[in-house]
């Protein structure tokens, strides 16, 4: 028998702990990524007030008119990306919002953001931004995604 032992470079125990210590990392950041803070309700749910069903229903009356009455909105349905706009701008000049364009171009088709301002009364010097696309893929009415993000 041989006393003969095989030695590792140093450099090689040094990658593989690097390698560990990064793998450990990624781990512990997905973890704090993806989780939800607090805890999840148990129980019944509550039954909604007054105004929170007046909401809940305008909502869904806006992801309804995005999703099914106008449908698909893309360049493809360039129409309808443009009624979906225009339904968006209309709902916020409805509620009393200010609205601007910014209209571009992709290839030779204009398109366009809208944006809406609600200056604040007790945090004046402080923003919030909100935004949502409008549009949908091809082949999609875009309810989960979109339309529930701009309603």
């Known amino acids: 028998m041989s006393n003969d032992v095989k030695r590792v470079p140093m450099s090689t ?66 129409e309808a990306l443009q009624a979906s706009a225009e339904h968006i701008r209309q709902s916020f000049e409805q509620i009393g919002y200010k609205v601007q364009e910014q209209p571009y171009l992709i290839g030779q088709r204009t398109v366009r953001n809208i944006a809406a301002e609600l200056p604040g009364s007790v945090k004046t010097d402080e923003i919030v931004l909100v935004g949502a696309h409008y549009d949908s893929v091809i082949g999609s009415p875009g309810a989960d995604d979109n339309a529930s993000g701009v309603a």
Do not use: C, F, K
């Open 13 to 78: 125990w040094w990658l593989a702990g690097t390698i560990a210590v990064a793998v450990g990392m990624v781990l512990i950041l997905t973890r704090y990524m993806t989780s939800m803070p607090g805890t999840s309700h148990r129980g019944p749910v509550p039954l909604l007030t007054s105004e929170e069903a007046i909401v809940r229903a305008a909502l869904e009356n806006h992801v309804r008119t995005l999703a099914v009455t106008i449908g698909e909105r893309n360049l493809y349905r360039y």
